[in-house]
Nanobody
């Protein structure tokens, strides 16, 4: 099976920066798109950023110019560099990946979630 493990969350002051990472492990073949979602208290989970297998990126308007998503294919890892953080960025951040893996000789494509990492922006 495939597991995603996130790291890098924590408490940061307004205007500060954090870098989140998410590493996939297990018997995976390839990783297609990688995503970061977040869920603030009392709100629905929202898609924050996406990076495709070809390296194209997309961001929700509220983080454009402040967040950067990147991937390291050799390490099956996705990063989210966050800067100019404000209180509205406080949330649990989840990584999400579209992963191809073999079950016997059969190749399957499945979506996987990480466990989430909490980001709190507060003075």
């Amino acid at each position: 099976q495939v597991q995603l493990v996130e790291s890098g969350g924590g408490l940061v002051q307004p205007g500060g920066s954090l870098r989140l990472s998410c590493a996939a492990s297990g018997s995976l073949f390839t990783i297609e798109s990688m995503h970061w979602y977040r869920q603030a208290p009392g709100k629905q989970r929202e898609l924050v950023a996406t990076i495709t297998g070809g390296g194209s990126t997309n961001y929700v308007d509220s983080v454009k110019g402040r967040f950067t998503i990147s991937r390291d294919n050799a390490k099956n890892t996705v990063h989210l560099q966050m800067s100019s953080l404000n209180a509205e960025d406080t949330a649990v951040y989840y990584c999400n990946m579209d992963v191809s893996y073999y079950v016997g000789t059969q190749l399957r494509l499945q979506n996987f979630w990480g466990q989430g990492t909490r980001v709190t922006v507060s003075s």
